[in-house]
């Protein structure tokens, strides 16, 4: 029975080392493709690059050739007064669309200034108080001066109440001088 367990313990033992030596040997070829893969970008992007600089400098070369022999040519008389007369042209169409631009701009500044100011003016009125009548709010001060009266007695906002009670006062008198006497 002993010789039956050491062979099996033999035979795993052969088994385990056959599967490690065939995920080593799997793990060596995965780097090593790898590695051949990375190398064969790092060339493709070395010749890509001589490659575009090569074609710019024909490029430039090219353009350079182009450029001395405009230079070198002569010029119609006729085809310079053309393009003078373009280049002209152009500047006064850029000079009037930065004007036409400098005035919408003033203009709108001007626009958004009398927002503003409408938007603060109506600030300054309670919506609950638009369309009351300075005659409405004398009557209004009229109706509230004894509950008025009895706050500042109170000592409520002493600043406030005085200064309301004071408008009630300016409102009375002008209705005493507006009513005629009978």
Known sequence: MATVGVRNAAVASERERA??????????????????ELLRRARRRKEWTLETASANRSM????????????????????????RTWRQQDDEFKASMREKNNKLRRQRSDLDAE????????MMVHSSEVGITEQSKARELGYNRPLLEKIKAEGFLPELTQTILSRADRSSAQKRRVRPSC
């Open 115 to 122: 927002y503003l100011r409408t938007m603060r003016q109506n």
């Open 60 to 83: 430039s070369m090219t353009a350079a050739s182009a450029l001395s022999q405009c230079r070198s040519s002569t010029v119609d008389p006729e085809e310079a007064e053309r393009l």
């Open 19 to 36: 599967e490690e030596q065939r995920v080593d040997k799997s793990c060596e070829e995965r780097i090593r493709n790898e590695t051949e």
